[in-house]
């Protein structure tokens, strides 16, 4: 591969690693949600500075051509992503349920109370 290559690998790593890390500086990414983005980011980047490294750890893997286990690292960040953000999806959705029940709940007593309220001023 050519110098540029190298440097596109490279870059593309360091402007992934800087978005993650402006996102959780503004607060608008949780530090749970970023682990897995740092990961794959510090990974490209090693990757790109040494790219050797790849060759090796295929070989390491049993894999032959270095840039199936490039795709298949991706794809198991991926479904890693996938899998904690279905998890934490679970995990909101009991939180609303029981959250619109226990509002439905208050909702019965205000309204309890206000006919209370009303049949004494009546009286």
Known sequence: MSIVTYGF???SAV?????????LRRRRLRERHAIWWLVAGVLAF???VFP?????AATLVGIEVPLNLVFFVSIAVLFLVSLQHSSELT??????????ELVALQDLRIR??????ADRSAC
Do not use: N, S, Y
């Open 15 to 23: 402007l992934a690693l800087v978005v993650v890390v402006e996102l």
């Open 91 to 100: 995990r909101i959705e009991a939180k609303t349920r029981t959250l619109a």
């Open 9 to 11: 690998g490279i870059a």
């Open 112 to 117: 309890q109370l206000e006919e209370k309220l």
């Open 46 to 48: 090693l990757v790109g």
């Open 52 to 56: 050797a490294t790849l060759q090796w």
